[in-house]
């Protein structure tokens, strides 16, 4: 099983598919399962090269509904190795506002030592391995800090970033659907 992780898509805004059309593209792209997970743009998907349905349904979805952004592509089974790794557990603050996992492609790794903080100490980049780093984010004043943007201009890839506790509950989800 896999998940995709569309960047810049919320089901049912101007830009973006309805879950329906989303589930569809994404089965006629030659999905044998899809089911699309909260309205962040997170799917679980079964197929047998997850890759190409997914290309297979990117243009379907700019028809449909305007959406040429990234979609990145991951085993699930990576989401579980890596949260039991106990990351976020060893980095426990008061200041925390959300842990945060980003997944990102193109361009080049990070060349940070981790654990890195941003200029605006409101990023912690905890682990970056493979694509997907692991922060934690604070909220000094009214907006939060933001590992998509650090990890796009430390690769000149592009990002796309879940709390914690979205992952979570896809991990719960995915396992009732299996």
Known sequence: M???FYRNLN???AGSPNREQLEGALER???LRVRSFQTNGTVLLEADAPERVVAAA???LGSLAGYDDAAIV???ADLEELLALGVFEKHQSPR???ETVTFFQGGKEPSWSTPWTNSKDDVDVLHVGDGIALSLIRKPRNSAGSPTFELERATGG???TRTRGSIDRLLNAAAKWK
């Open 2 to 4: 896999h998940v995709v």
């Open 11 to 13: 089901l049912g805004h």
């Open 29 to 31: 792209g030659g999905a």
């Open 58 to 60: 990117a243009g379907e």
């Open 74 to 76: 991951r085993p699930l």
């Open 96 to 98: 925390t506002y959300r």
């Open 158 to 160: 592009v990002a796309t």
